[in-house]
């Protein structure tokens, strides 16, 4: 239930706020906590509560790196798992977030075990993010489980980003240059044929052929951008079935000039999380389970199930890995060494780091390799527009020298 609250600090300062408790009792009992004097406190209304406009879980891995290495910091300053869910609230930025922090502080403070809190709230909290906190606490080490996830949702962060900016350069200059296509078909051309018109030139094939699509454009506009939106729509729907995922899952990987930048983001997903996992004690069974599910790339999120299966029945995690001939040579020879030596961790590891490194040199490489071909091409539409516009004032020069 939530709570519209005001209060004054300790420096007499005025408060406002909202707050989450069962009842008001409790939420007077919160606030005297925090270091706050209740002034009111009412229940919220629908124009009173904390508005949240995101949608989905809304919650990126730079922002569970955030939560992990401050939730450390204050477990090594000496301060309680209740405080520190206490402070945490406060701080994140992240409403969603802050909110399901406060449900757990609630929960924990009830006895209910970390792991066994965050639990209640997967859109927030990852599996891997729970199964860390839970062998944390089994250990006694939760304070270095929590490190390492701080580590590995950074490096995840990282890796995810280099990946959007490289989809994200091209997507936005097509879009551009989509929209200043339209301009010129619908506002631009027509004037100038007008012209032409007038003076009765006939008009050259390629300047025909603009016309024709300029009028299509201008009389069925409503049924293009139907159309536009009725497909955008069908191939989201058809994504997200088992076949559109296998489908968008194999063009991933073959797609000229991606493929190898998604290749190697999946080799470094599935290095680094594993390798998280089994240094933090979780059995390689549900490692790799949860290893599955972090995935990007169905392809690769159903190889490590089938893996996990062979595994479970005694056979090395090398072997499924070089059956399914979707990683790199390379991840297959370490796994291989890393089970001889006893070392597989550390293989995963050094795994990882090259591959980020590699994810990186490889977006700049493709980012190099788009720029000139989206300028080409952009250039060629340009070109191919202002050739159908010239081409009827060369005509009519070329009658005028005629005469």
Known sequence: MEFVYKAVTRSGKEKKGNIDAEDETRAVLKLKSMGLVPIEIKKATFWTREMDFSFGSDIKPRDLS?????????????????????MLAQQTENKKMARAIRQVQS???????????????????????ISMATAGE???????????????????????????????????????AVIVIIILLIKVVPAYMELFEDMDVTMPAITRMVIDISNFLQSYWAIVLLAVVAIIVAINTFRQTERGEHFFGTIARNIPIFGKLNIKTQASIFSRTLSTLLASGIPMIEALDIVSGTMTNALYRDALKEAKEEVAKGVPLSEPLENSDLFPPMVTHMARIGEETGELEEMLNRLANYYDEEVEMTTQTVMAALEPMIIIAMAVIVVFVVAAVMAPMTAMYSGLDNL
């Not at 939730?71 to 000496?78: E, K, N, P, R, T």
Request: aromatic share 8%; glycine share 6%; proline share 4%.
């Open 107 to 129: 929960d924990v403070e009830k006895g209910e075990s970390l792991s066994g809190a965050m639990k209640k709230h997967p859109k927030i909290f990852p599996r891997i993010m």
């Open 66 to 86: 955030i939560f992990c290495r401050q939730f450390v910091s204050m477990l090594q300053a000496g301060i309680t798992i209740t405080d520190c869910l206490n």
């Open 138 to 176: 089994a250990s006694g080490k939760l304070e270095t489980c929590f490190l390492r996830m701080s580590d590995h949702f950074e490096k995840d962060a990282r890796i995810r980003g280099m990946m959007k900016k490289a989809a994200v350069y091209p997507i936005m200059v097509a879009i551009v």
